[in-house]
């Protein structure tokens, strides 16, 4: 027989959102009249912008001609893209990034499962808790960490609480380590990182050598003034990667586009010590196992930069929080303790009566028959914790709230 990874075979029985699924397809099959609303997994519902459409539509016709037709294209993405991006989502902030250093592809989730492929077999890495799996599963499949002990922490990894008390942001590292991975708005609490808290990382990470994994697949929810990118602040291109994606913004969930900036300033170590720059190896990586994103997807991409299409995306991103605005006045009426969904579209809720966060995913399933997401599958922290999310049709987002609160009310 072939020998297997057995790094695999550390990590839980299945991925948190595939339980989530089997426990409520166990349920429906023996409940099938029930109406089960779901705000569990950050999917989208609204439909594609029209300018979206039309820019997709188009570049369909014209690859259906001999002139138009494209085959392999960049893998890096089409530079009309990534111009775009570089003007509207950064210049338009006062921020300096060169399109070169824009990276298109299929998904923030695959980007930040794919980036630390890049560093060395025993980089050591911290985590907040909780935190958004990819970060954790994919270092465990790479053989980075030891096994994990009862409350689910994998040996080698250092967490970083984000609890109550701290206003749900991590603590900086109590030691050394390579790669720090934070998202803001912060997936799952909602929680939104000020220029200050940013900035305390920006200097830790120069002054310990270390690179921060930034994941702001969300930045387009905050309505307060925080800051959209980690390059906002000073010294952040010298120890920073960013990520960021079109799928809840732009609805991109089944189409798949997104990106990843690497500055050219960014600089890594190879085992004699020598400085190399870091986006020179990820774009090694991305032409040996990347073929690129579809022409007509990256073009529907570059039409959410035209301005119908910013004003359709805008509308989309005001339905959804205002849904977690619901959402939040809801559960506050009936008692809950809530956090985020104010510059996110998460809402974190503490659990009610002492229940744990699965004891309190199957109390809602079955009294209610909503389906939310357990704080405990994003990490210890997340124990006796609950993710609501606001991305659902406006009328169901209102039937669950009401059953919600009726049932814990």
């Known amino acids: 027989m072939a020998r297997l990874n057995d790094h695999y075979l550390k990590l839980a029985a299945g991925y948190l959102f595939p339980e989530i699924a089997r426990r409520m397809d166990a349920f429906k099959k023996a409940n099938p009249s029930a109406d089960v609303i779901k705000l569990g997994i950050g999917d989208v519902v609204l439909p594609l912008a029209s300018a979206v459409r039309e820019a997709m539509h188009a570049a369909i016709d014209e690859m259906a001609t001999a002139e138009g037709f494209r085959g392999y294209g960049p893998s890096e993405g089409y530079d009309f893209l990534r111009e775009a991006i570089a003007e509207h989502d950064f210049a338009s902030r006062g921020v300096r990034v060169d399109p070169s250093e824009i990276f298109v592809s299929d998904g923030s989730k695959c980007d930040s499962a794919n980036i630390q492929e890049i560093f060395a077999p025993d980089a050591t890495l911290a985590v907040s808790d909780p935190v958004y799996p990819v970060y954790v599963d994919t270092n465990v499949m790479a053989g980075r960490t030891g096994a994990p002990d009862e409350s689910g922490r994998y040996a080698g990894i250092e967490y970083l609480p984000c609890t109550e008390e701290s206003g749900f942001l991590p603590s900086l590292p109590t030691r050394p380590v390579d790669l720090v991975y934070l998202c803001s708005p912060n997936n799952p609490t909602g929680t939104v990182a000020s220029k200050a808290e940013l900035a305390k990382w920006v200097e830790w990470a120069r002054a310990n050598e270390a690179i921060l994994l930034f994941d702001a697949a969300y930045e387009r929810f905050i309505t307060g003034d925080y800051p959209h990118s980690i390059f906002e602040i000073e010294g952040a291109r010298e120890c920073a990667i960013e990520f960021r994606s079109f799928s809840k913004t732009a609805g991109f969930t089944g189409i798949r586009c997104a990106y990843i900036v690497i500055p050219n300033e960014l600089m890594g170590r190879d085992a004699k010590g020598n400085a190399v720059p870091v986006a020179k190896l990820w774009s090694r990586r991305t032409n040996t196992k990347f073929n690129g994103v579809p022409y007509p997807v990256q073009r529907g991409a570059e039409a959410i930069y035209s301005e119908e299409g910013r004003k359709e995306i805008q509308a989309n991103v005001d339905y959804y929080m205002a849904n977690a605005g619901l959402i939040l006045s809801g559960l506050s009426k009936a008692g809950f303790k809530t956090f985020g969904g104010v510059d996110a579209p998460y809402v ?56 919600i609160t009726r049932t814990f009310g």
């Open 348 to 403: 974190w809720l503490k659990t009610p009566d002492g229940m744990d966060s699965w004891q309190f995913f199957d109390a809602l399933l079955s009294k209610a028959n909503v389906v939310g997401t357990p704080g405990s599958g994003f990490g210890a922290c997340g124990k006796g914790y609950f993710r609501l999310s606001a991305f659902g049709m406006r009328s169901k987002v209102e039937e669950a709230i009401d059953r």
